[in-house]
């Protein structure tokens, strides 16, 4: 059977996102526990005909009530946003006669003192009340702060905003650096409403939770986000170790400007061929990619300290080794089998290109280059 999903709010920032992962999905699993055939979604817009509202509302079997207004000219613009076009919704599925599942997305701030949280907390209880008099099932996520593509600087999050001034090197200014934020990745937010899709929302007491929320202080969301512009501006992969800093660095880069993708890397060629550095990271040492004619061997050093990776991407070649004890050792490698071969410190090495074609050789090492101590020492092997 096919489902057919209503979503108001479909063109911002949560509604896009749960909307192109609803996309994505090939078929879903009902509260039945019964596979259900394809899903049409019904997307209403800001500028949606209310009269094809009115039809959805009659064929819907599940709502994802995301329509709100996050910010406005004026309070009453607060209440026609949240409160009334909730009702006008609600009314709509009760002359329909449809009892369809109902998720909203609220905010921690409902029930706050200003018209925002005020608002928000009377579409809460509109919700309720549907639920008493329907009994159709209304899940309410009062949701954190959420980040992540596709989100509006200076109006859905202050992450939304900092990426986008600090992507083109503007300033963001912190008002308050202590101010602790509660957020959630725009990803874990779409998983945990595909949950609730399937019957199978996280619950908190009255409402609904996202189970991933990290937390953070102004300061530390912009020193992270001022080590990203850096380390992209310095040629370095980001500092991505934990769980937020990926999603973070995620949303970063979704806010670069298209122009400033493409970052050149300046080759050193010689008439060996050539060698790129292509990134330097903080912890992992650096990546580059070497490029040697046919006939031509490279290397013949070794490192007392730095430890390599080689990885021929193209060409066949033939990595020889020279212990200190005089052994020597090759192996052949070429780019229709990929593999990789450490390089140990102490050992003479050198890289032949034994083809007809340029040989392309990824390089790992251990520590980025330092010209004032190269740790390289040539010698034939």
Request: glycine share 8%; net charge neutral; proline share 6%.
């Amino acid at each position: 059977m096919d489902v057919k999903i209503l979503i108001t709010g479909a063109g911002g920032f949560l509604g896009r996102n749960l909307s192109a992962e609803l996309q994505n999905l090939r078929g879903w699993t009902g509260m039945d526990g019964e596979k259900s055939g394809r899903l049409e979604l019904l997307l209403c817009h800001r500028n949606t005909d209310l009269r094809d509202l009115s039809a959805w509302c009659k064929t819907a079997d599940f709502v994802f009530h995301l329509a709100g207004v996050n910010r406005a000219g004026s309070p009453e613009d607060f209440w026609a946003g949240n409160l009334e076009f909730t009702q006008a919704l609600l009314a709509r599925l009760r002359r329909a006669g449809n009892p369809s599942p109902i998720v909203f997305a609220s905010s921690i701030q409902a029930g706050r003192a200003s018209p925002y949280g005020k608002s928000k907390l009377a579409a809460e209880e509109a919700l309720f009340r549907h639920r008493e008099q329907t009994g159709a099932e209304v899940w309410i996520y009062r949701l954190p702060h959420i980040f992540g593509k596709w989100s509006r600087p200076e109006y859905n999050s202050v992450v939304a905003t900092f990426c986008h001034r600090i992507a083109r090197g503007l300033p963001a200014v912190i008002q308050d650096p202590d101010l602790r934020l509660e957020l959630a990745y725009i990803d874990d937010v779409v998983k945990e409403l595909l949950n609730a899709l399937a019957g199978s929302p996280h619950r908190s007491g009255t409402f609904c939770r996202i189970p991933t929320v990290y937390s953070a202080t102004l300061q530390e969301l912009a020193d992270l986000l001022w080590g990203f512009a850096e380390s992209r501006a310095s040629g370095g992969l980001p500092a991505v170790g934990t769980p937020f800093a990926k999603k973070l660095y995620a949303t970063y880069v979704s806010f670069l400007p298209r122009e400033a993708l493409l970052q050149e890397r300046m080759p050193h060629r010689d008439h060996r061929g050539s060698f790129t550095e292509l990134f330097r990271t903080p912890e992992c040492g650096q990546f580059s990619v070497s490029i040697t004619k046919p006939g031509v061997i490279r290397g013949l050093h070794w490192h007392h300290t730095k430890v390599e990776k080689f990885i021929v991407l193209q060409g066949e070649g033939e990595l020889r080794f020279r212990s200190p004890e005089g052994e020597v050792r090759s192996f052949q490698v070429s780019g229709n089998r990929p593999a990789v071969v450490d390089i140990p410190p102490g050992d003479l090495h050198s890289i032949k290109n034994q083809g007809q074609d340029d040989l392309v050789t990824l390089i790992w090492a251990s520590e980025c280059f330092d010209p004032d101590r190269p740790d390289t020492y040539g010698r034939e092997v």
